[in-house]
């Protein structure tokens, strides 16, 4: 039976990420690991990352760990282990930048894991090989496996927002919470003996300020507002056009944070060069991830987007464009 404090909230905060338009530059990994990670025994945590598809990820092989619901039923996965989520490099800055070290420039240990260790490496053959960027974080679920497994009920959903948000008071690090999630977002601090995980910048959305994220997006491809508000960007992508879609749904956690599928990318092409008539990402690999609504959803976005090109109106099209970035972040938390 789930916990009583999993309720509905009162409101629930929404993101959306743009899969055609994240350009893989890691600003938003920046923004919240200054804020928020940079303490003791935070070191190897990213609550915020952006890993390359396909690739390993971070933690290395998260999706294969188990965890979320499977008919209703809690699933209890693995925990990462610290190679997995990437050894904190140590580096000598002080002998090789100012006494001259004569051994080889080296962090130490060094992991054959980590964030970004299979950057830009993707699948497939040259001249179809093919990869895009797919930022994660917490995906503050409306069914959170993080909350059920809890032990000490140290985790709850906030009824203001829907964040959800871990007790460190209340916590003893048990552990069972990295355990069940499926994507693998919360932490344990070694030396806090506490689980950490994003707080969805909750102090920044008391105020009407968009997550950090979110506000530091370089290729605006980033929305942020209450799913409940007809006139936020995340309702249109996500309620009216449906093209915004969770990532492993069959989870069952039902995540809050949504994904605009890569529509847009480059066609495939024979050894001369002649270009095809099918995307070199393939379709079978996008419905992994989002499920088999993803082909519909490719399918809209393409439609919306020839309107485009052929100068008619789409009001699609000019929401994802984020023309001012107030309509996607800012305009939705007021």
Request: one cysteine or more; hydrophobic letters at 35%.
């Amino acid at each position: 039976m789930a916990k009583e404090m999993q309720t509905k909230p009162e409101r629930q905060l929404t993101f959306v990420v743009d899969l055609n338009k994240c350009i893989g530059c890691q600003t938003c990994t920046v923004a919240c690991k200054r804020l928020w990670t940079s303490g003791p025994g935070q070191d190897f945590m990213y609550w915020r990352n952006v890993e390359t598809a396909p690739g390993t990820g971070y933690p290395a092989n998260w999706a294969d760990k188990g965890g979320g619901f499977k008919n209703g039923e809690l699933q209890k996965g693995r925990r990462p282990t610290l190679m997995e989520y990437g050894v904190p490099f140590n580096f000598d800055y002080q002998a090789r930048l100012f006494e001259g070290g004569k051994d080889r420039v080296r962090p130490s240990p060094t992991a054959r894991s980590g964030p970004n260790w299979d950057e830009d490496q993707g699948a497939g053959e040259f001249p179809n090989n093919y990869y895009f960027y797919l930022p994660r974080m917490c995906n503050h679920c409306t069914k959170p496996a993080c909350l059920e497994a809890c032990p000490n009920d140290a985790i709850y959903k906030r009824a203001a927002d829907g964040i959800v948000v871990i007790n460190t008071e209340q916590c003893k690090g048990a552990q069972e919470c990295v355990q069940a999630c499926p994507y693998a977002k919360p932490y344990f601090n070694q030396i806090a003996q506490k689980a950490n995980k994003c707080i969805g910048c909750f102090p920044r959305i008391e105020k009407g300020v968009a997550t950090a994220c979110v506000a530091q997006c370089v290729g605006r491809a980033m929305h942020v507002g209450f799913i409940d508000d007809a006139n936020s960007s995340v309702h249109k992508l996500v309620k009216t056009w449906k093209v915004a879609l969770p990532l492993y749904p069959e989870k069952g956690t039902e995540p809050n944070v949504f994904y605009i599928p890569p529509a847009f990318g480059p066609m495939v092409e024979d050894d001369k060069g002649n270009i095809g008539s099918e995307p070199k990402i393939p379709m079978s690999y996008l419905v992994k991830l989002f499920g088999a609504d993803v082909q519909r959803a490719t399918a809209t976005l393409r439609e919306e987007r020839a309107k485009r090109m052929n100068n008619a109106p789409s009001d699609l099209m000019a929401v994802l464009i984020g023309h001012r970035s107030a309509d996607m972040m800012i305009s939705p938390l007021t």
